[in-house]
């Protein structure tokens, strides 16, 4: 039984060769699709990846203040009325905003004294220098990400001067450098306290841009968050509907993906089925002759299945590789601004690339399966048929 | 021995370009002979020797081999009767022109349980016997036409048939391999097999046992060699 | 021999290689950790894909602002933004067609 199967391997390993143009074909095209669609793919699942990771560390919940349907600055005032609700655990301010620096533009985000030492563990995300503690309040100490740095030229010790919307100037001094590993995040952050934030953006007295709301341990947010519907003007962001809001993002852009993927397998199984019928002739009187000399059905079937294997997996295992090295490691030119629309995507740090075992499995099924339909189909309609008529039409 | 009882193909039945390929043949094919059917081209010859080989399913009728109604096993059943026992000369050569002439040769041995490569030596032997010894490695399209009908006899005797199909097997082939043809026939039956042949060829005539004439399909006359 | 063997061998060598990328890549994500307490400290959902729009890392307002084809401060911004008014408890709006957010409807 093991000859035969060893016998049988052999026989498909050189049907490649002999059908080199089929084999060639098939490679380059399924290689090319496959490159393409697992480039998008993983991209795509290392953006929602990456926007899970941060909605993870939110606050449990967000709260903002409406006027007029519009996000305003909210008023401190109502944190007394928010650690009132019962399984509210803390309540920090935040401010935060945008600024222009050349034609860019950066985050600027002011942090609670108070909140800096809520969350524990280690900060290991600075490269140099380090990150705020509470005594930097109103000193301008900052800490920036590394678009910043590189933009502005400024290290650890350096000071910088930004431009407010008030178009005065204000000076800051780099306290601390994030990471290139952490730039996914913070390349376009810079840190500092909430006081120089409020400073900064001229935020009216007594307001920030949002509350940052902590629950109990043993609390559900949305049970919370339902606790305090009656407070007026005041919207509340958990983490479900922030998700939402992302996955929405790439989601978008996932439709143009679903578009591209459908037709790239319609072109796949296209190709694969006129490939079939190229070498259809031939392998008809191949598939009679061996039928003549005693290979059954199932013999037949296997041979085709194992030659179309090996040219799908080469091609696929191949083509994902090659997407995985241009995502990850050359930052999927041309293909990132696309996924991404309008947004720019600095050089300065690398597009999170997520090869997931779904995705993968789902790139070997939607390409694989095809090629072994439209190769062992024929192969068993062939096997089926009397010998000697499958060589006499595939002599005709 | 094989029988076969009212055997009959139609092509194409029931429509339009139906046609009727052999009619009500009854006959008996005895052991260690060499039966010849002759006739004129579109006779049927070659769809009797298709059915008599398994490889065409007939209309009606039956084939027994040494008493078995091979009609009425599985396909399965057929190819793996095929496989231990038949080996096939097509009137066409139907050589794999991808592949050397020791490969086609080894080509029906990759059904079996084993390493083709133990018939090498074999093959190699009956190739000298023909006399194409030295093209064993040469690529079928780099062969002659008689060169490459005594491959296809050697592909036919690789795994030691007890019969073995012959169709035309001279048509397409020079004087000499004709007369090798000849005496590769003949000295089959004295080892014991049992040839069937369907041929135009009266050098080939003249060494059958039984001739049988086909005439529309239809068994027309028989001709015995007296022992 | 060897030369028929060259596509199945590669075969096997490039899926391995996925197969192992793909396992390092899960284990990678699994464990990522490195970053876990500044996120938490800063607290901001989104990632540094800067532009010059402001609703980049403003939760949701980005998308059905885009979505209408409008920007800050023009008429549309005040219907979109107004869509997302205590969407937690109130739970008013339902989309109209499945996994299209800029089809939310009343009801």
């Known amino acids: 039984m093991i000859s035969r199967h060893k016998n049988l391997l052999s026989y498909s390993f050189d049907c490649l060769r002999r059908y080199r143009m089929r084999t060639v074909v098939i490679l380059i095209t399924f290689l090319v699709a496959t490159t393409i669609l697992s480039a998008v793919l993983f991209t795509k699942d290392g953006l929602e990846r990456e926007a899970e990771f941060s909605i993870e560390s939110a606050p449990d919940l967000t709260m903002q203040y409406i006027k007029a349907g519009r996000f305003a600055p909210i008023n401190v005032s109502y944190i007394d009325q928010i650690k009132a609700v019962e399984g509210v655990d803390e309540v920090f301010k935040r401010t935060w905003g945008y600024a222009g620096i050349g034609l860019n533009t950066y985050l600027i985000i002011g942090l609670d004294p108070d909140g800096l030492g809520y969350v524990v563990g280690p900060m290991s995300s600075i490269e140099n220098g380090r990150f705020l503690v509470p005594e930097d309040d109103g000193t301008g100490n900052v800490v920036v990400g590394k678009l910043i740095a590189n933009a502005l030229d400024v290290k650890v010790g350096d000071d910088i001067i930004l431009l407010s919307e008030s178009v005065d100037t204000n000076r800051f001094h780099v306290v601390g450098v994030f990471s290139d590993q952490s730039s996914i995040y913070t390349a376009d952050m810079m840190v500092m306290s909430l006081s120089d934030a409020n400073a900064f953006f001229k935020m009216p007295e007594g307001t920030v841009t949002d509350l940052c709301t902590y629950v109990k341990a043993d609390q559900i947010p949305n049970d919370v968050a339902a606790k305090m519907s009656w407070m007026p003007n005041i919207r509340i962001l958990d983490h479900d509907l922030l998700l939402r809001g992302y996955m929405a993002a790439y989601g978008a852009r996932g439709g143009i993906f679903t578009t591209v993927w459908t037709m790239l397998l319609v072109a796949v199984i296209l190709i694969a089925f006129s490939q079939a019928i190229v070498v259809g002739h031939q392998s008809k009187f191949e598939v009679g002759l061996l039928k003549t000399f005693g290979f059954s059905t199932l013999d037949i079937i296997e041979v085709r299945l194992v030659e179309s294997l090996i040219a799908g997996f080469l091609a696929c295992s191949l083509g994902m590789l090659i997407g995985y090295i241009y995502a990850a490691y050359f930052n999927a030119p041309g293909l990132a601004n696309l996924l991404l629309g309008w947004y720019f995507l600095p050089s300065e740090f690398r597009l999170p690339v997520y090869a997931s075992a779904q995705s993968v499995f789902s790139i070997y099924t939607v390409i694989v399966i095809p090629l072994v339909i439209t190769s062992t189909v024929p192969a068993w309609l062939n096997a089926i048929t009397d010998p000697e008529l499958a060589m006499r039409r595939a002599a005709a | 021995m094989i029988e076969i009882k009212n055997l009959n193909k139609t092509f194409n039945l029931g429509k339009f370009n139906e046609t009727i390929a052999v009619t009500d043949v009854n006959l008996k094919i005895r052991d260690k002979t060499i039966v010849a059917f002759t006739g004129p081209s579109g006779c049927g010859k070659t769809t009797l020797l298709s059915m008599i080989g398994l490889i065409l399913t007939p209309t009606s009728g039956e084939i027994l081999f040494d008493g078995d109604n091979l009609m009425l096993t599985t396909d399965n059943y057929k190819t793996s009767y095929r496989k231990n026992n038949f080996g096939f000369i097509f009137q066409h050569i139907n050589l794999l022109t991808s592949y050397t002439a020791i490969e086609n040769i080894l080509l029906p041995l990759y059904s079996f349980d084993m390493e083709p490569k133990k018939y090498e030596e074999k093959a190699y032997e009956w190739m000298k016997t023909l006399g194409v010894y030295e093209r064993a490695n040469h690529l079928v399209e780099q062969l002659s036409g008689g060169e490459q009908q005594r491959v296809s006899f050697v592909r036919a005797l690789i795994k030691d048939p007890k019969y073995i199909f012959a169709d035309e097997p001279s048509v397409f082939v020079d004087e000499q391999t004709s007369k090798v043809i000849y005496q590769m026939l003949s000295s089959l039956r004295d080892a014991g097999k049992t040839v069937i042949m369907s041929t135009h060829d009266p050098d080939l005539l003249k060494i059958a046992d039984e001739v049988q004439r086909m005439n529309a399909g239809r068994l027309v006359g028989q001709q015995q060699r007296s022992p | ?107």
């Open chain 3, 1 to 107: 021999m060897k030369r028929i063997l060259i596509i199945p061998i590669l075969a096997i060598v490039f899926t391995a290689a996925l197969i192992s990328v793909c396992i390092l890549n899960e284990i990678e994500w699994d464990n990522r950790t490195y970053d876990s307490t500044l996120r938490g400290v800063i607290g901001l959902p989104s990632i540094a894909i800067g532009c010059n729009y402001e609703g980049t890392r403003n939760p949701l307002l980005e998308i059905f602002v885009r979505s209408l084809y409008d920007v800050p401060g023009g008429h549309d911004y005040i219907v979109s933004s107004s869509f997302i008014e205590s969407p937690i408890f109130q739970q008013y709006y339902r989309e109209g067609i499945p996994g299209f957010n800029f089809t939310w409807e009343k009801g």
